[in-house]
């Protein structure tokens, strides 16, 4: 049986519906707890699929000791990129892909050079026409949780943006990455507005936990069969032959 390998960077940040959907198409879904020193298999191969989930740190972060882990999974997924075999990146998994890519990684600022920060339930546009888009609305709502954008790797096909993120979503053959969470539902959103509260006032101010809390249930529903359809979508794009 393929497997679908999954690093995750912190707690609380699986792959969640898309491992639900890996499982139905077949895989052996393998959680990997980097941030706790898992190591990742070795004999990862052309026919599984390497999945990097997000994470409060970022592409600046590399080579810190407090985050030994990830170094190391730039240069697998540098070598999974140069082999065309097939990887999934979700918000820092996607920065780290298209670091790994040779592409920019950056906070993200405005026209007066002060951080911005894209953070709760809103509106992600469609780029172009791919298998992965294919039956999806021009615009959808998904979950942003990022202050970090990247660059579009050489190669690479825009295939989603928003107003302050140009590079959302892309595709290189059998590598795609988001920067945006369609993985997630509306209680484990509740939990990282809990657990990243600082993160959420400082894009949201003083209530927005307490309101991106009160939306996500409810969002997360009636969003929930575009978003599957979407990472069904992607698994198919990846899986390709």
């Known amino acids: 049986m393929p497997r679908a390998v999954c690093i995750t960077n912190i707690a609380h940040e699986g792959p969640g519906l898309l491992g639900v959907l890996l499982r139905n198409a077949g895989y052996e879904v393998e959680i990997i707890e980097a941030f706790r020193g898992e190591p990742w298999p070795a004999e990862l191969g052309e026919r599984d699929i390497l999945i990097v989930m997000g994470g ?75 298998v992965i888009t294919a039956g999806l609305p021009a615009e959808m709502e998904v979950l942003h949780w990022h202050g970090d954008a990247c660059a579009l790797p050489a190669g690479a096909q825009l295939l989603a943006s928003t107003t302050v993120c140009a590079v959302q979503m892309f595709r290189l053959g059998r590598i795609v990455g988001l920067q945006f969470h369609p993985e997630i539902d509306g209680a484990t959103a509740c939990i990282w507005a809990s657990e990243d509260a600082e993160f959420v006032r400082a894009a949201n101010g003083p209530g927005g936990v307490e309101r991106l809390q009160m939306a996500s249930p409810g969002v997360a529903a009636r969003t929930e069969a575009l978003r599957r359809r979407m990472l069904a979508q992607v698994v198919r794009a990846v899986t390709a032959a």
């Open 56 to 130: 409060p740190m970022g592409v600046a972060d590399i080579g810190k000791p407090e985050f030994p882990w990830l170094a190391p999974v730039v240069e697998l997924l540098r070598q999974r990129w140069e082999r065309g075999w097939p990887c999934i990146g979700i918000c820092l998994g996607m920065q780290l892909i298209a670091h790994a890519a040779g592409a920019t990684v950056a906070p993200m600022r405005d026209a007066n050079g002060q951080p911005m920060r894209e953070v709760g339930w809103g509106a992600l546009r469609m780029v172009g026409t791919d």
